[in-house]
Nanobody, 123 residues
């Protein structure tokens, strides 16, 4: 079993920045793609970003490209999401996930999920 724990969420004004962290514990399997998803009230969970095991390949939703940056820690069991130029529409619960199989951009491709961390951007 893999356990993921997010941290770093909070309340920030539009134009501000936050850095989210995701720590992986329990059984660690090499080769996992790690991703970030978000879900606002009444909306479906949507893809935000993903990073390969090596950290060499990154992927971003069009809505956050140029503003958000995903990266891995040295031990490969931590993933970060640096969020700059935040907008009110970025408000959501942000989830860290470990990819299992299939499409990197779909929640169904991820087998392990964190509890989520709230990000609120005020106007």
């Amino acid at each position: 079993q893999v356990q993921l724990v997010e941290s770093g969420g909070g309340l920030v004004q539009a134009g501000g920045s936050l850095r989210l962290s995701c720590a992986c514990s329990g059984r660690t399997v090499s080769g996992y793609v790690m991703g970030w998803f978000r879900q606002a009230p009444g909306k479906e969970r949507e893809f935000v970003s993903a990073v390969s095991w090596s950290g060499g390949n990154t992927y971003y939703a069009d809505s956050v490209k140029g503003r958000f940056t995903i990266s891995r820690g040295n031990a490969k069991n931590t993933v970060y999401l640096q969020m700059n130029s935040l907008k009110p529409e970025d408000t959501a619960v942000y989830y860290c996930a470990a990819h299992n199989s299939g499409n990197y951009y779909s929640p169904s491709g991820y087998g392990y999920w964190g509890q989520g961390t709230q990000v609120t951007v005020s106007s």
